[in-house]
């Protein structure tokens, strides 16, 4: 018999407490942090960081903390209304992108810039398209009847994993844009350092939070 999670030695349970609240401070910090340093409404390139940011740092990285078994601001509640609080947030995430990107791309537009020439760019878009593929995908696991002919626990396996790789791909999108012009004109030093710090803790904690859960159903069934 393998063990549990229940019998696994209590400080690992602690260290993944203490990382998993960390990073909603961290989520919503930085989000602030871009939210001040951007000023939205100021002009209309202020929108794109700011909203990109709050997709990404906060909506998407509490749509899965969500799922935390040391953290999760919702503990109490059923997974199913977890799955649906999940759904809302990651809905908020891919509009916020959505408004980001055409803020962005009409700012190029009426200045006369080409669109997508960075890697900052490129990545963002695909990962805009990504999650919101993987938000309609979603669906047949809030509504069962759409899932005709298909494996639940399967459809749950390659939304947990595509999931994953979404959120990577928002985390390395983040971290591009700390290397842009306007971010690296506007923060230098220690403090650019501490940016950079943000998005790659929660990339990392959630990484952990997916896969130990992925490992712990594994051990389950053997």
């Known amino acids: 018999m ?14 993944r407490f203490l990382f998993a ?3 909603h401070v961290v989520s ?11 000023s939205p409404g100021s002009s209309l390139f202020s929108w794109h960081p700011f909203l990109m ?12 903390l969500l799922f935390s078994p040391h953290s999760s601001p919702v503990r109490k509640l059923s997974h199913k209304t977890k799955g649906r609080l999940h759904w809302v947030l990651q809905c908020l995430c891919v509009t ?13 537009h009426l200045n006369g810039k080409p669109h997508f020439t960075s890697w900052h760019g490129l990545l963002g878009l695909v990962t805009i398209v990504i999650v919101g ?6 669906l047949p696991l809030i509504y069962i009847k759409l899932a ?39 923060v230098n030093g220690h403090a650019w350092y501490l940016a950079v710090l943000c998005p790659s803790l929660s990339a990392l904690v959630i990484m952990s939070q997916v896969t130990n ?10």
């Open 96 to 108: 916020c992108a959505c408004l980001g990107l055409g803020a962005i791309s009409y700012n190029k």
């Open 148 to 186: 005709k002919g298909w494996s639940l626990a399967k459809l749950k396996r390659y939304h947990a994993v595509t999931g994953l790789l979404t959120y990577l791909l928002g985390s390395g999108s983040l971290l591009l844009g700390l290397w842009s012009a306007w971010f690296t004109g506007t």
């Open 133 to 138: 593929l993987q938000s309609l995908a979603a």
């Open 213 to 222: 859960a992925y490992l712990a159903r594994k051990q389950m069934k053997s």
């Open 21 to 23: 609240s960390l990073t």
């Open 53 to 64: 940011t709050l997709a990404f740092s906060f909506f998407m990285t509490e749509a899965v």
């Open 2 to 15: 393998t063990q549990s999670v229940q019998s696994e030695p209590w400080i690992y349970g602690v260290t």
């Open 28 to 38: 919503t910090v930085f989000t602030v942090f871009v939210a001040l340093l951007s």
